[in-house]
């Protein structure tokens, strides 16, 4: 992995205007809210910021060196490993299961520093001061006692590289206002932890299949934005967004409760 002092004199990207380097990227991560000491939680669609001018795994060994060396020895990264495998049979391996949602969190979820948690399906990779409070957490899936409920309890921050992605998150104030088009299913199955094997049986509050809307990403996105609950920065041809997890909740409990298929996917998401 490269060092913190290297990754910020790397040529990261070429943008619509110019080259960037990690130097470029940390400062647009401070610009947008984060800072030393943070935890933070990375989801990304790293193509969007431009062309890498560097070798795969070199360019996503710089950005995890950047995020490091941005939130400090202080600081906790963690990235979703979720993976999806269980839900139809497979079992859970925690320490060889890939994750499903993006090459960045593969290649975190392997590093050598790097735990994840016992989470079947919704797993999290995790490094950094806390990672002990989140290793230690009860199996589940959105509610209180889970890895965005510690999040919210520590008002801590979600990040998204290149664009707002996944908005996961989001299923915490469903599950909390306990919306209609959802409801409680049961996922049972092996998890492998080493040389142990044992039985889970994991709640998981799913859509009902036979509400044909899901969640608009976008419409999310655009509520947030226009309520000043996420920050955003550009960086070449994408950008870097911010959200702390404590007032994000809030406004999508605040919408939910007033109107609980505000977020349902519409027209404009179709087309």
């Known amino acids: 992995m490269l060092n913190p002092e290297a990754a910020l004199k790397e040529h990261l990207i070429i943008g619509s205007d110019r080259i960037y380097t990690g130097f470029d990227f940390a400062k647009a991560l401070k610009k947008a809210g984060v800072k030393s000491g943070d935890t933070i939680c990375v989801q990304s669609q790293l193509y969007s910021f431009g062309r890498s001018l560097l070798k795969k795994e070199d360019f996503l060994s710089a950005i995890i060196s950047v995020l490091k060396y941005v939130i400090g020895a202080e600081g906790t990264l963690l990235m979703p490993a979720f993976s999806y495998s269980f839900c ?132 999310i996105n655009n509520y947030l934005f226009e309520n000043g609950l996420q920050k955003k920065t550009e960086l070449g041809k994408g950008s870097i967004t911010v959200a702390e997890t404590a007032a994000v909740f809030a406004g999508l409990v605040d919408k939910l409760r007033y109107d609980e298929e505000f977020f349902l996917r519409d027209r404009e998401d179709i087309l």
């Open 88 to 219: 139809k049979g497979e079992d859970y391996n925690i320490q060889n299961t890939p994750s499903d949602v993006g090459i960045l969190t593969e290649y975190f979820r392997k590093m050598p520093d790097v735990y994840r948690t016992e989470h079947p399906i919704f797993s999290f990779s995790i490094c950094g001061k806390r990672t002990e409070e989140f290793l230690s957490l009860p199996v589940s899936s959105f509610n209180e006692e889970s890895v965005y409920g510690h999040m919210i309890l520590g008002n801590d921050k979600l990040v998204f590289l290149g664009a707002p992605v996944g908005y996961t998150f989001y299923y915490a104030a469903e599950e909390y206002v306990q919306v209609a088009h959802r409801f409680y299913k049961n996922f049972e199955g092996t998890t492998i932890n080493g040389s142990k094997r044992y039985k889970q049986t994991v709640p998981y509050y799913v859509r009902n299949l036979k509400q044909r809307s899901t969640e608009s990403e976008r419409k």
